[in-house]
């Protein structure tokens, strides 16, 4: 076996379909964000605009959040020095559980060291806990929901994305007597679609199913305190189990799931992925546990970010480019439909305009609906706005790529 021609044709194959995918090598200004300076491959160095953060608030920056973490170091080291059995469980670790199962108005919360993990960790030990298990899930769910659905090994049925009709007739179909568990998100990343939380949640009542919600793209960005979509639909209560990630509008890293403490006790005594893995170092949970309480208080970034997502999906849309009807939520995805094309446009607005957003292509979206996804944020200004808009007809027009209707979403 010539195992090195496996991988470079491995390699290959990807740079052949135009989705070879390029690291874009940051310096991020704190105090500055979005504002950042790339290096390029051979050393030199270039100022740019980050649009494709999901640090959607910039709480990567929040003093409050720094200062905490800096403190937690100079407080407790570096690292955790275990797993959460095994010493990783500092005071930090249960003050932020709390404190997230607080946001939810759920009894208890546990953390894991990703939202990957979490989702992944909790979906496959739940067919442990509950043999003969259907997990009934959204076609859009996140890789990482897929994957724990997969490796947990029990029966799965796939409804196509926020159909609920769809999702009632499967439902109707299995055997009423096997549990069931409806796994699906509240805002969609790449379309940047809203799931109807409440249609779907009454909808497993009926059939007596458990509900899981990934609400990664939500916790901190909707609702009163940021708890997510359910809190702002007021349903956060009727959900059984409610996941998310410290990574992205937090700021920090990690994730988490927020239920009954019995379920949580549970998860956490079987859960292979949160018991053998060392946990999250004190000044990430110090950092994560800052944030979210500045979070709960400061509702008018939530305002600021929603109105500088309408206002870029406005001047997009005056200008006749494809931003995603989809969308309904604080991302603007803008339709290209082709992934060379995707990947020259993106590395065009790196190189001559300073505008950093990373194609989205296969396998994260189906082929054919290739997309750049714009991320404002409150620390957006107009004039970035009206700069990024500039380009972008710019580079419409000299890729001859389709505007608004001529393309296939
Ligand atoms: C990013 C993401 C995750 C994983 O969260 P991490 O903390 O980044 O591991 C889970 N679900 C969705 C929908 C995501 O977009």
Known sequence: MDYKAAFHNAVAQVRDEGRYRVFADLKRHSGDFPRAT???????????????????????????????????????????????????????????????????????????????VSNEATLSTLYKILPGLIIFSDELNHASMISGIRSGGGQRRIFRHNDLAHLEQLLAEADPEAPKLVAFESVYSMDGDISDIRGTVALAKKYGALTYIDEVHAVGLYGQRGGGVSERDDIASEIDIIEATLGKAIGCMGGYIAADAVIIDAIRSYASGFIFTTSLPPALTAGALASVRWLKEHNEVREQHQERAATLKAMMKAAGLPVMESSVSHIVPVMVGDAVHCKMVSDMLLEDHGIYVQPINFPTVPRGTERLRFTPTPFHTDAMMRDLVKALENLWARCNIARVGGYAA
């Open 38 to 116: 790339w290096t390029r491959d051979d050393g030199s160095e270039c100022e740019i605009i980050v649009w494709c953060s999901n640090d959607y608030l910039g709480q990567g920056q929040n003093p409050v959040v720094a200062d905490a973490m800096h403190a937690a170091i100079d407080a407790n080291g570096t690292g955790s020095g275990g797993t959460r059995n095994i010493s990783g469980t500092t005071h930090f670790h249960v003050e932020l559980e709390r404190e997230l199962a607080d946001l939810h108005g759920k009894e208890s919360a546990l953390l894991f060291t990703s939202g990957y």
